[in-house]
């Protein structure tokens, strides 16, 4: 469970690396950076998701769930609140941004290292 958990802080660092790139305004000062928010992001999906989750359920129902894509950008905000001057957002909008492609980016590399272990397991 442990490997698991680092396998997604570690992807989920180089999915924020990948977005720091792609959008000038969204800054990160290094993997470091990028490992430290990934782990704060993790803390924050499991303890502060939740709630928002469950406090904005009729909104979030009415949107057909896209609404989640602003509660990923909530936390990707309190991330950069918490990281200070290494970690920079410039803006609501670029944070929906990339809390979108930081959702595709971690579906298709958590895709890529599920089918390679699968794959691995048959031979």
Request: hydrophobic residues 65%; proline residues 2%.
């Amino acid at each position: 469970m442990l490997t698991r958990w680092l396998l997604s802080i570690f992807l989920n660092a180089v999915a924020l690396i990948v977005v720091a790139q792609l959008f000038d305004s969204f800054q990160l000062e290094g993997f470091g950076t990028a490992i430290l928010a990934s782990i704060i992001l993790s803390i924050l999906n499991v303890i502060v998701k939740p709630v928002l989750i469950l406090l904005t359920l009729p909104i979030t129902v009415l949107s057909l769930g896209l609404f989640l894509f602003v509660i990923n950008a909530v936390t990707l905000m309190i991330t950069q609140g918490l990281l200070g001057s290494n970690f920079v957002i410039d803006g609501f909008g670029v944070a929906i941004i990339a809390a979108i492609v930081l959702s595709l980016l971690n579906l298709l590399l958590n895709r890529l290292i599920r089918d390679t272990v699968d794959m691995n397991k048959t031979r």
